[in-house]
Every structure is written in C-alpha cells, then in structure tokens.
C-alpha cells in the first residue's frame, strides 16, 4: 500500500511539474476586437465557442465559463472564476482564486494576482 502511495505521489508531482512549465510571463491587457467574446457579470455559467481564432474575455466573479474551438487568446480578470478551455490556447489570469482547467496540456497560461492554479481537466 505504501509503494502504491509513494507511486501515486511522484506521478502527480510529475504531472503538476510539467504543467507548470507552462507558465509564462504576464502580457499587457489587449482591449477586446469587434469578433471577440466578452462575458462580464458575477455568478454567471456560460458555454461558448470560439470561431476563426476570436478570443474570450471573462471579467467578475464567481463566474463559470467552458471555452470551446481554437481560441486566439483567453483572459481571466476578477476572483474565484472556474474557466475550462479544450482547446490549446494561451491564457492570462488577473486577479484571485481563479481556477483554469485544460484539456491541452500544451495550453500556455500566466498569472497576476494570488492563488491562481492551472490544472488538467478531468473531462
């Protein structure tokens, strides 16, 4: 049981260290384009696709959004958003508590504020 144990620690840590070299430096905020989507609003659960490389803007709180298709970029400002995107892209998060859950291990992501994560999505 305790091989077992010690087998499934170092797998996961293998696993958060490679995704974690997905990190990358913050960019300047880019106002969003005429063809981009942009979901303001706290306490919101959106389901969205990405058409021609458009991009998605998430801006509030508590806000639930899974992204679909290629997407240009993604960016997350405000806290405890939970963003799932299945498609590689990059993704910027401002703010607190936000949680991005991946498909594309490949997806680059960044963060500027407090207790921001990335994750694999389990779905």
């Known amino acids: 049981m305790k091989a077992v144990s010690l ?14 070299q997905r990190e990358v430096a913050p960019t300047d905020f880019v106002q969003p384009g005429p063809k981009d989507i942009v979901i303001g609003g706290n306490e919101l659960a959106r389901d969205v696709s990405c058409t021609e490389g458009n991009s998605v803007y998430i801006e509030g709180q508590h806000n639930e959004v ?12 405000g806290n405890r958003n939970y963003v799932w ?13 936000n949680t991005l859950f991946v498909s594309d291990v490949k997806t680059m992501y960044s963060s500027r504020g407090t207790n921001n994560r990335a994750e694999k999505a389990k779905h």
Do not use: M, P, W, Y
């Open 7 to 20: 087998a499934l620690a170092a797998l996961i840590a293998c696993s958060a260290t490679a995704f974690a």
């Open 66 to 77: 899974q992204i679909h298709g290629s997407c240009g970029k993604v960016r997350v400002q």
């Open 85 to 97: 995107v299945d498609k590689f892209t990059t993704v910027g998060i401002e703010g607190n508590d």
